[in-house]
């Protein structure tokens, strides 16, 4: 793709991202992302229909990479509390928060038909689920619930990230990546006990 192209929609995309900072998507208009981007209209409609249309280049976007960067390795995993599975839960926890501000704009936003947070939720757990089946060892009675515990993970996953988003003071991934760990292994009340 020319040069140009990848400047100018990233200018574009980098004015939405802007715009959604201070105002609910409903309330966008390409005019407003064009101010902020500075460009006229006719050099947004010449990469994007509307605003619709940029939501699905941005979101599909974010999408695609989550699911290319998904580590599922973890499946394979014996024991939860070795090294090997903290690097991993670590390295994932560290993806998210590379993307961190993009992620919490559009996760608390209204996209008028679609829903980034259950998108990325369902977009983890296919890819999961897809691990499971695919594992010979697995008996074909307990691949039937290879929908259900992809999911769990999933869900789990994103609460706790969300969470740890949410913290006025956040510790590193390092240590989400053992809470989740210790969680995992030893239960709520244990957990929170210290053992």
């Known amino acids: 793709m020319d040069l140009r192209i990848v400047k100018t929609r990233e200018l574009i995309v980098e004015a939405f991202f802007d715009c959604l ?94 829903n980034l947070f259950e998108e990325m939720i369902e977009a983890g757990a296919a890819k999961l689920e897809q691990q499971i089946r695919q594992n010979p060892g697995i008996r074909a009675d307990r691949k039937k619930i290879a929908g259900w515990y992809a999911r769990l993970l999933m869900n789990n996953l994103f609460v706790s990230v969300r969470w740890w988003f949410s913290q006025q003071e956040p510790f590193g991934a390092k240590e989400m990546a053992r809470m989740i760990i210790r969680h995992m292994s030893h239960g709520t009340i244990p957990t929170l006990l210290g053992k």
């Open 21 to 114: 900072r201070t105002m609910n998507f409903p309330q966008v208009t390409v005019k407003h992302m064009t101010q902020m981007a500075r460009i006229n209209r006719s050099t947004f409609y010449k990469h994007f229909e509307d605003k619709y249309q940029l939501r699905d280049y941005v979101l599909n976007g974010i999408l695609e990479d989550f699911e290319t960067n998904l580590e599922t390795d973890f499946l394979f995993e014996k024991d939860l509390e070795d090294e090997t599975y903290v690097q991993k839960l670590e390295l994932s926890l560290e993806n998210f928060r590379r993307y961190k501000q993009e992620y919490e704009i559009l996760w608390n936003q209204l996209l008028l038909g679609r």
